[in-house]
């Protein structure tokens, strides 16, 4: 399983970015899905999560500006970024809890590879 992660880029404060990520491989079904980031020097941090069923959740700095949503039959989920600013400069990893399509189907957390925001003017 893969996660493929992207919309990642410059822009100015108050603007706005649109991340997707990808999973692709021996899926079953995808439970939780999420996007976390990390700025320099700081720890990962959550930003926001999606159950399969839609129920969402955020870090009390993006409430309002960010919003997350998924699409289960591309397996694919999205966070739009919109007033952002400066602080929320970092590298943005998505994450899911994946069921893989085996006999036994256990599932496991998997990881993208990151993408750059960089919010500056």
């Known amino acids: 399983v893969q996660l493929q992660a992207s919309g990642g880029g410059l822009v100015q404060p108050g603007g706005s970015l649109r991340l997707s990520c990808a999973a692709s491989g021996s899926i079953f079904s995808i439970n939780r899905m999420g996007w976390y980031r990390q700025a320099p020097g700081k720890q990962r941090e959550l930003v926001a999560a999606?159950?399969?069923?839609?129920?969402?959740n955020y870090a009390d700095s993006v409430k309002g500006r960010f919003t997350i949503s998924r699409d289960n039959a591309k397996n694919t989920v999205y966070l739009q970024m919109n007033s952002l600013k400066p602080e929320d400069t970092a590298v943005y990893f998505c994450?899911?809890?994946?069921?893989?399509?085996?006999?036994?189907?256990?599932?496991?957390?998997?990881w993208g590879q990151g993408t750059q925001v960089t919010v500056s003017s």
């Open positions: 994450n899911a809890d994946v069921v893989v399509a085996t006999y036994v189907k256990d599932e496991y957390n998997y």
């Open positions: 999606i159950t399969s069923g839609g129920s969402t």
